[in-house]
């Protein structure tokens, strides 16, 4: 059980770009604990003077959050309330914040949430791509091998699928996808809530013919996998069925479900064929 007298770290979320993307609840937060630990202490700074907060700041950053936890926790224990906030948009999504949230877990700290801005659930609800169910990756890999993994999982993917990427990989990144995609529907989404502030939509091809005027930051939602080859499904045999979801790494079970649904018979009659 948590002790009465510590404190409470808060994850606030702040804007992606306009400033005026910050809760009521983040200015009272940020007015209101005892220290703010930042990504990077200059640009918090930008964000406390435009709310007109002066306020203990020290950095956690990618490079120093192990150490940083020790002595986050240690004020956390002695009843201090701290603030954690990221460059932009929400602490631990692409940005610090796991291992210190990690750690108050384990010694029984409070965590609180201040829900705000997040980059990539902004860009999935303009994209007009399925909302439904979708897998957000962060930043595609860069060893080689977890990079040709992540394709393969991409291109098989029937969820909708979300991508970071820094502007000056972007290119690269597309042409990779070009060779898995087909004409899936893409949608870039740039420079959230700024002035350059755009969604262009098309396949990869549309935008790999645009990609070098673009810039700022950006993100992609690709489509599921083909849909009309999932309606096309009931015309194969049981076994080339069951191969297609095999193929999505999904389990015997899941598969079984699957096609029963998409011939609507009862799964136990798909089941009894495969016994
Ligand atoms: N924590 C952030 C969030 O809540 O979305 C994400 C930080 S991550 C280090 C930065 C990446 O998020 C960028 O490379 C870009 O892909 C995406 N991103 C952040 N802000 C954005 C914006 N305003 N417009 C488009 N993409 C953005």
Known sequence: MQEINQGILYIVATPIGNLEDITLRAIKTLKE??????????????????????????????????????????????GKNIALVSDAGTPGICDPGEEIIKKCIEEEIMLVPIPGACAMINALIVSGIDTKEFTFLGFLPLNKKSRKNKLEEIKNSNKTIIIYEAPHKMKNTLEELRSILEDRKVVLAREITKIHEEYIRGNVEDLLKIIDDLKGEMIIIIEKTNTKKENELNSLTLEEHYNFYKNQGLEKKEIIKKIAKDRNVNKNEIYKQFI
Do not use: F, G
Request: a positive charge; glycine letters at 0%.
């Open 33 to 78: 604990v005892d220290l703010i630990a930042a990504e990077d202490t200059r640009r918090t700074l930008k964000l406390l003077n435009h709310l007109n907060i002066s306020k203990p700041m020290v950095s956690y950053h990618r490079h120093n959050e192990e150490i940083r936890v020790d002595s986050l926790i240690k004020q956390l224990k002695e």
